[in-house]
């Protein structure tokens, strides 16, 4: 089986890209290892405090035999200790983790039915006026940066209508209505972030099966033009784009950290960029090291998918 | 032999001026992001010259005045002059910008070419190496390069070069390589590998001028992603440092303001956001008469 053994291929491939990335990250994080001593106990510090302090953590031994230790913690789901919070990391991490899931999944179950519907229209209406805005809004849209789109979204939604929290305390949340509410400017500057790519990919995968024999069969047949997308052409289009939602899926869990980091969103983006300024090394390490792990994970979904989809693989022997 | 020429796929990779040739009308992307960047660049270069403040004087009216005769684009709270500021900012934004993809593209290009070209245990490691990079995604790469290079380091516009150039590196490189390997087929490679040219040559006299087109698309899908990624550093506070006038730096810097003065913030991200319009739209035209797809991942 052809699939089976390329699959294999690819899950062990992306193991492996998941050891360099950890890797990566604990070199780049922990190269400078007196650093950290410093950058802990402050400027006042003297040599013998900070002696002390690598001796304690065991900063003083070698890299590579600290890297194996805290890759071994790793496996087990123990990060060490939040160097600021004193904390286990994982208790640190995990309420934050759950919130950008939330997050997340709220932001894709509006991106869904947002890039379907204007997709499509920017298809069937394909070189007139509503294609153009779509094309143009689109243009403009994927140019726009999160965090401006972000801001701007809290102007006008928070700000000038007051009808949104620019500030998202979603912990302060009483109820799940609260929750969606609170969480609604965020989600939705990152289900816009997607669609802006998703709607250009199924306006042309859409154009390409409107255009071909089976549809024009149908078309010819008198089939209602709603009908011909919903049941012939949509389905057969939205295959192609499935593996653009995957990617999107991977942009998703860059793009949150910018975005959370607008809203004040106690998700593991801000928790990252507040812990990079805290000098919070096994914190900085955990949260790349998650995000990274997602971002691998949905591009190898990505893979898989677009490996299943391929009728050629799937009928070798 | 010279079947293979004609029942290729359709080419690929078009000259720019072939190009040209080859559309009656040009694309009106390419026309309104050309007019753009050209006021963009003329700003950023004779900027300096005629913007009414320096980016830091302070006090050059009221703090948080509205926009006026005095102050076009209002002030901050400091009185600086957001017009001015704004004007600053191009030159900087452009020139980390383009130098930063122009040194993804190059080397980026070169490396993949080559790879593609050589194939072997060179090729395997050099993909294997990018791919990983890759794998990061590209705002905790550059934040990791930043941690490697020390947050007290960091701040400077060169360094912020080289992360974005190193963020974008391996993704051009296994682009220029996926555009070699079809290359190396051709009949003309073929040919010059019988001459017995060394591969350095090949690379640059065969692959190269065949490989122009899809490399400026890629420069320019990259250079309009470059400011989204400058300017998230800055927001981020990972990039230059007060009082630069960087426009993500500037909407952070103002973000506090945005109910008392939204001119602070709405300055700097318009002028951001059209940047990378202009960019995209130009990128967008120039794929167009190139006869490609812009793909964007």
Known sequence: MIVVKVLFSRVLWALVT???????IFTAIEILPGDIAARVLGRYATEEMKAEFRRMRGLDRPMLVRYGEWLSGVVQGDFGDSLVSEFNVGEVVLPKLRNTFLLALYAFILYIPFSIILGSLS????????????????????????????????FIFGVVLMAFPVVVAINMARSFGEALHMMALPAVTLAIAMAVYAIRMLRDNLIEVLESDYVRMAILKGVPMYQVVLRHALPNALVPALNVTALNLAYLIGGVVVVEKVFAFPGIGTLLIDSVFLRDAPVVEACALIVSAVYIVANLFADVMTILLNPRLRTAK | MTDSVITHKPIAVVGLSRGLGRVRRLPWTLVLGSILLTIYLLVAITGPLWAPYRYDRVGTGKPFAAPNTN??????????????????GAGLELFMALTSTAVA???????????????????????????ILISIPVLVLALLVIMAVGLEASGSELLLVGVVALVYLPRTGRMARSVAIDLVTRDYVMVARARGESAWSIVWRELLPNATGVLLVEFGVRAGYAPILIGSLGFL???????T?????????????????????????????????????????????????????
């Open chain 2, 71 to 88: 102050n076009l684009l209002g002030t901050d709270q400091m009185g600086r002059d957001l017009f001015s500021r704004v004007v600053y």
């Open chain 2, 237 to 243: 506070g990972l990039g230059v440092r007060p009082p």
């Open chain 2, 105 to 131: 593209v190059i080397l980026g290009g070169f490396l993949g070419l080559l790879s593609g070209f050589i194939g072997g245990w060179f090729d395997e490691i050099t993909m294997r190496v990018f791919e």
């Open chain 1, 123 to 154: 298809a069937v209406f394909r070189e007139g006026s509503v294609d153009t805005f779509l094309s143009t809004l689109t243009l403009i849209g994927l140019s726009i940066p999160e965090f401006v789109m972000g801001t701007l979204l809290a």
């Open chain 2, 245 to 297: 006038p960087e426009w993500g730096l500037m909407i952070s810097e103002n973000r506090a303001n945005l109910v008392a003065a939204p001119w602070t913030v709405l300055a700097p991200a318009l002028a951001l956001s059209g940047l990378v319009i202009s960019l995209n739209m130009f990128t967008d035209g120039l794929a167009r008469v190139l006869g490609r797809q812009v793909k964007r991942v």
């Open chain 1, 18 to 24: 998941l050891f360099a990335v950890s890797f990566i």
